[in-house]
């Protein structure tokens, strides 16, 4: 399986991007696809998880009411709305595919290459 995330890139505080992540495989039996992202010298944190159905979403406190997670499995593909930008979300963004509904890390088995968000006016 591999994970290719895209989307990413500079925005001012305030502003909007989406991230993509498109799988290789049918994603219906992989159970979560989860976002992570790691900002220099931080360790990665989980920032959203969406369950196969997509009737399951979990976000981390940082990005609540702020980020949307969604999925489509006819292009096997989840999305990252990510509204009201902050300096503070720069990072590098990671999708990722595991077994377990989580914000945990080391229960996802598949990762993408990440994707560059930087907000910064």
């Known amino acids: 399986l591999q994970l290719v995330e895209s989307g990413g890139g500079l925005v001012q505080p305030g502003g909007s991007l989406r991230l993509s992540c498109v799988a290789s495989?049918?994603?219906?039996?992989?159970?979560?696809i989860g976002w992570f992202r790691q900002a220099p010298g931080k360790e990665r944190e989980g920032v959203s998880c969406?369950?196969?159905?997509?009737?399951?979403?979990n976000y981390a406190t940082s990005v609540k009411d702020r980020f949307t997670i969604s999925r489509n499995n006819t292009k096997n593909t989840v999305y990252l709305q990510m509204n009201s930008l902050k300096p503070e979300d720069t990072a590098i963004y990671y999708c990722?595919?595991?077994?377990?509904?989580?914000?945990?890390?080391?229960?996802?088995?598949?990762w993408g290459q990440g994707t560059q968000v930087t907000v910064s006016s």
């Open positions: 990722a595919a595991g077994p377990v509904f989580s914000l945990t890390d080391s229960f996802y088995k598949f």
């Open positions: 495989e049918f994603m219906e039996d992989l159970i979560t």
């Open positions: 969406i369950t196969s159905s997509g009737r399951s979403v």
